[in-house]
């Protein structure tokens, strides 16, 4: 026994699972294809921009990420590196998804926040930022496109501080930027990084003496050497030093230069980031922490994801592991409905690519196939019956009227809406007084609604007409006494129910809902169904 603990406790150290955020357009895609680069998964890294060519992202695998050149769905991707076992979250970078992500993170040890060097923090950066700190794991700043002009390094880190409220400490400094970058000087062990071209970089080690060394001075020209010494001694003296327990606490983040599509500085960032991120933590539960080695096999689903395969129209459950051992074909307990189910093809992805495995451990990303029983949240485990601490569900922001334009397409148009809001890409809700029963979606992002309409038609054979309606918000509601639900509705509101038969409304402003409060007696109102019940 004691054998067995010691194994899982080797393979729990091996594991380094994050998550890679940042707001759309600052590379964190093309990040992601050069980090499988490194670690053999693929051998030709595509790029999101890459439609001419027919060369797409490997994360990107949904053919309207191919066509728009964006991520719309978090992707699960493993591999192994120096002896670590990697699973890398790929979440979308489109503010329109962004619950996606939030839903993704709750599966995430550790955080890599990607910075555009020329843009500087920005909205969706700062709002997934939050999600992290609340969650307390820690982030790792990998500063992107430093291979064109952007802000100044100094000024970066400021916005860290004012912007975001975290304490950074540089481990390595670019030298010059844009048309001047000419590499990066590594602070932890005194290497220089010299960048040349795309096809030719160089490393050269100081001597004990650092940045004094005269090997280093005389790599560079007279300019750049004393703006890099100024910088670092600068640092020196007034940057935060090195402190892993604060990197750990999620109060101060290590923060690396470079340029993911030049290739430059990721290798460096690879390695420093497996020695310093955490291994897989302590989960929440309804009855105290499960640490990672002390119970069986435990996990919960953070992500269903149809049609992987259209060929075969497939379903999965992604399933993040969080205590004890995987094995295939064993039985679980889904402590949701209390049924015992057999794992039987557990599969690990390279997005859409897959293969079945025998084994897993904490911090593993496993798919399961799901016959239509699986929800996001869904705790499984070998024995007890706890759960794990809840996703949570967020409110939609835009609304649309759906219909079939192909009656005879009933079946397949049910399906398509029933697969996609257990996903969670789409919120549907029903009419139901005055005799009507209209379906209505709510997604948080309008980006969404095209997916929806795209992922309908290509995956179901489904042609819908979207009408918008003008509400803005929804929030579940809790009847007391015997109100009339028919006076709920004016040209401001709309009460429906959602796919659990809970009464929802929905509002066009927020003087509509203080206009109900005021005038209708007896209504409790809630953001999310979590808190109704």
Same mark, same amino acid.
């Given at each position: 026994?004691?054998?067995?603990?010691?194994?899982?406790?080797?393979?729990?150290?091996?594991?380094?699972?994050?998550?890679?955020?940042?707001?759309?357009?600052?590379?964190?895609?093309?990040?992601?294809?050069?980090?499988?680069?490194?670690?053999?998964?693929?051998?030709?890294?595509?790029?999101?921009?890459?439609?001419?060519?027919?060369?797409?992202?490997?994360?990107?695998?949904?053919?309207?990420?191919?066509?728009?050149?964006?991520?719309?769905?978090?992707?699960?991707?493993?591999?192994?590196?120096?002896?670590?076992? &990697?699973?890398?979250?790929?979440?979308?970078?489109?503010?329109?998804?962004?619950?996606?992500?939030? =839903?993704?993170?709750?599966?995430?040890?550790?955080?890599?926040?990607?910075?555009?060097?020329?843009?500087?923090?920005?909205? #969706?950066?700062?709002?997934?930022?939050?999600?992290?700190?609340?969650?307390?794991?820690?982030?790792?700043?990998?500063?992107?496109?430093?291979?064109?002009?952007?802000?100044?390094? $100094?000024?970066?880190?400021?916005?860290?501080?004012?912007?975001?409220?975290?304490?950074?400490?540089?481990?390595?400094?670019? %030298?010059?930027?844009?048309?001047?970058?000419? +590499?990066?000087?590594?602070?932890?062990?005194?290497?220089?990084?010299?960048?040349?071209?795309?096809?030719?970089?160089?490393?050269?080690?100081?001597?004990?003496?650092?940045?004094?060394?005269?090997?280093?001075?005389?790599?560079?020209? @007279?300019?750049?050497?004393?703006?890099?010494?100024?910088?670092?001694?600068?640092?020196?003296?007034?940057?935060?030093?090195?402190?892993?327990?604060?990197?750990?606490?999620?109060?101060?983040?290590?923060?690396?230069?470079?340029?993911?599509?030049?290739?430059? +500085?990721?290798?460096?960032?690879?390695?420093?980031?497996?020695?310093?991120?955490?291994?897989?933590?302590?989960?929440?539960?309804?009855?105290?922490?499960?640490?990672?080695?002390?119970?069986?096999?435990?996990?919960?689903?953070?992500?269903?994801?149809?049609?992987?395969?259209?060929?075969?129209?497939?379903?999965?459950?992604?399933?993040?592991?969080?205590?004890?051992?995987?094995?295939?074909?064993?039985?679980?307990? !889904?402590?949701?409905?209390?049924?015992?189910?057999?794992?039987?093809?557990?599969?690990?992805?390279?997005?859409?690519?897959?293969?079945? &495995?025998?084994?897993?451990?904490?911090?593993?990303?496993?798919? %399961?196939?799901?016959?239509?029983?699986?929800? %996001?949240?869904?705790?499984?485990?070998?024995?007890?019956?706890?759960?794990?601490?809840?996703?949570?569900?967020?409110?939609?922001?835009?609304?649309?009227?759906?219909?079939?334009?192909?009656?005879?397409?009933?079946?397949?148009? #049910?399906? +398509?809406?029933?697969?996609?809001?257990?996903?969670?890409?789409?919120?549907?809700?029903?009419?139901? $007084?005055?005799?009507?029963?209209?379906?209505?979606?709510?997604?948080?992002?309008?980006? @969404?609604?095209?997916?929806?309409?795209?992922?309908?038609?290509?995956?179901?054979?489904?042609?819908?007409?979207?009408?918008?309606? !003008?509400?803005?918000?929804?929030?579940?509601?809790?009847?007391?006494?015997? $109100?009339?639900?028919? =006076?709920?509705?004016?040209?401001?509101?709309?009460?429906?129910?959602?796919?659990?038969?809970?009464?929802?409304?929905?509002?066009?402003?927020?003087?509509?809902?203080?206009?109900?409060?005021?005038?209708?007696?007896?209504?409790?109102?809630?953001?999310?169904?979590?808190?109704?019940?």
């Amino acid at each position: 026994m004691e054998k067995i603990n010691q194994t899982l406790k080797n393979e729990v150290a091996k594991r380094k699972t994050f998550a890679i955020i940042s707001h759309p357009d600052a590379g964190k895609t093309t990040l992601t294809e050069k980090l499988l680069l490194f670690g053999g998964a693929i051998r030709l890294a595509g790029t999101v921009k890459g439609r001419k060519s027919k060369k797409f992202a490997t994360s990107d695998w949904m053919e309207i990420e191919k066509q728009r050149g964006i991520s719309v769905t978090s992707s699960a991707l493993q591999f192994s590196y120096k002896g670590f076992h &990697i699973n890398i979250l790929d979440t979308p970078g489109h503010q329109d998804f962004s619950e996606d992500t939030y =839903r993704t993170l709750a599966a995430a040890d550790s955080a890599v926040m990607l910075i555009d060097a020329a843009k500087g923090v920005e909205v #969706q950066t700062i709002k997934l930022f939050k999600v992290c700190r609340m969650r307390g794991i820690p982030i790792f700043t990998f500063i992107n496109k430093m291979d064109r002009h952007g802000k100044d390094p $100094l000024e970066l880190l400021e916005e860290l501080e004012h912007v975001l409220g975290i304490r950074s400490c540089p481990m390595n400094w670019p %030298i010059g930027m844009g048309s001047d970058f000419a +590499g990066i000087y590594n602070r932890q062990n005194d290497t220089l990084e010299l960048y040349q071209d795309k096809e030719k970089q160089e490393l050269i080690s100081a001597d004990p003496r650092g940045i004094e060394d005269p090997t280093i001075a005389a790599s560079l020209n @007279q300019a750049q050497y004393t703006k890099l010494f100024e910088d670092i001694t600068l640092l020196e003296i007034a940057g935060d030093p090195f402190d892993q327990e604060k990197i750990q606490q999620g109060t101060l983040t290590p923060v690396f230069f470079g340029s993911a599509i030049s290739n430059f +500085g990721v290798q460096t960032f690879l390695d420093s980031f497996l020695e310093m991120a955490p291994s897989p933590r302590a989960q929440k539960s309804n009855i105290g922490l499960i640490e990672t080695t002390e119970k069986p096999f435990s996990g919960f689903i953070f992500k269903i994801q149809a049609n992987m395969n259209p060929t075969h129209r497939d379903r999965f459950a992604f399933l993040r592991i969080c205590s004890g051992k995987f094995e295939r074909g064993m039985t679980v307990k !889904h402590v949701r409905s209390g049924k015992e189910i057999r794992l039987a093809q557990p599969q690990q992805f390279l997005a859409q690519d897959r293969n079945i &495995i025998d084994e897993a451990y904490p911090g593993d990303i496993i798919g %399961i196939f799901d016959p239509g029983i699986f929800r %996001i949240g869904d705790t499984l485990c070998l024995e007890d019956s706890f759960e794990f601490e809840r996703i949570p569900q967020f409110p939609p922001e835009h609304f649309a009227r759906v219909t079939n334009r192909d009656p005879m397409k009933y079946k397949q148009f #049910q399906k +398509g809406i029933n697969q996609l809001v257990e996903e969670g890409t789409i919120q549907v809700y029903h009419t139901f $007084l005055n005799r009507t029963d209209d379906i209505i979606l709510g997604v948080v992002g309008e980006l @969404q609604f095209e997916v929806f309409e795209h992922r309908l038609r290509a995956e179901y054979g489904v042609n819908i007409l979207l009408d918008r309606l !003008h509400y803005q918000f929804a929030r579940w509601i809790k009847v007391e006494g015997d $109100l009339d639900l028919n =006076r709920i509705n004016s040209s401001t509101t709309l009460c429906v129910k959602d796919q659990e038969d809970r009464l929802v409304v929905l509002f066009e402003s927020e003087f509509a809902q203080r206009w109900v409060e005021k005038n209708m007696q007896g209504l409790h109102f809630y953001i999310s169904p979590d808190e109704v019940e």
